[in-house]
């Protein structure tokens, strides 16, 4: 018999473990040729979160669960949970059942025909502010450009192969980002579609705010973009630099040359705001590669259970 992991990143989410449980519990009774393990990977949350499935673990041995000794964030609880499954594949989906439970049969099928990631691919974004749309779509639209992979409408929603987990496992790299090197680690892969479901209890832990904060970090983490148009931004400057030199120069040996301060004080404003963001792109990687090198482990476990 097949045995199928799921990881389940939580944040205060003690509200939706039961529903959650009740639902997985739906789903494998379709799926009789396998079997499963539910981890949860407590986000350290501040709510009643890790009783309740600790609650769920006395009635059941397959309910398992790793704590953080503090919240480390979604991306350290991905990974824990991948580094301490057991089953032959492993879906990743969230505890809020916004990745609806009922699509692991379809997956669980289009892993017996043989493909090694199956891709949860959102067919809509469920109700979001028009703001935090817009934000989504263009970074989405810009990590796709710079890491050469189509992201659009991608999520944390995947079947993986354990041969997949375990070379995801293996990375030593302490900032990472899972969407995007669940494509990165390549075998065979294929999509499934889904519409985002309301959640079942409770409120999106994703502002703007931590979702801007989010997109940059990743951005840094798996592309030399930034750093590349920093360079072409160097290079326009220097070209329009070079064109009001010459012109200036033709207006003096004409003898009309005209005063150009305001220019200049534009040209100066501009320059020393593109160098500063410049720096600030600069200092960002150098923070990614300070985090790397103190060699700070990625989480810390306080509690387990199973």
């Known amino acids: 018999m097949d045995k199928v992991s799921l990881v389940v990143p939580c944040f205060n989410e003690q509200d939706n473990i039961v529903p959650f449980y009740d639902e997985i519990l739906k789903v494998f009774s379709e799926i009789p040729e396998a079997a499963f393990e539910l981890m949860f990977v407590d986000d350290g949350s501040s709510d009643e979160t890790f009783s309740r499935i600790a609650e769920l673990h006395d009635k059941d041995d397959r309910v398992k669960c790793i704590s953080f000794s503090r919240n480390f ?63 989504t779509r263009l970074f989405y639209r810009m990590i796709s450009h710079a890491v050469k992979i189509d992201m659009a409408n991608s999520s944390d929603y995947k079947l993986l192969d354990k041969a997949v987990t375990t070379e995801l496992a293996k990375l030593g790299e302490r900032n990472t980002f899972f969407r995007a090197l669940s494509f990165w680690v390549g075998f065979k892969t294929t999509s499934v579609y889904y519409e985002v479901a309301d959640r079942a209890s409770g409120r999106s832990k994703w502002s703007t705010k931590s979702l801007m904060k989010y997109a940059i970090k990743n951005m840094v983490c798996f592309s030399y973009t930034p750093l590349h148009i920093i360079s072409i931004v160097g290079i326009i400057f220097v070209l329009v630099a070079l064109g009001i030199g010459i012109d200036a120069l033709c207006s003096y040996i004409r003898n009309s040359a005209a005063s150009g301060f305001p220019t200049i004080v534009f040209l100066l404003l501009i320059g020393f705001g593109g160098c500063l963001i410049s720096l600030g792109i600069i200092g960002i990687y150098i923070a990614q590669i300070y985090d790397e090198v103190k060699k700070r482990p990625q989480y810390i476990i306080g509690r387990r259970i199973g």
Not at 100 to 119: C, D, H, N, T
């Open 73 to 135: 964030g979604k991306e350290a609880a991905l990974f824990a949970g991948i580094r301490n499954v057991t089953g032959d594949c492993t879906v990743v989906l969230d505890a809020d059942l916004q990745h609806p439970p009922a699509l692991i049969k379809e997956m669980y099928s289009l892993w017996k025909q043989g493909f090694q990631v199956v891709e949860g691919i959102k067919q809509s974004r469920g109700k979001e502010s028009k703001i935090h749309g817009l934000f």
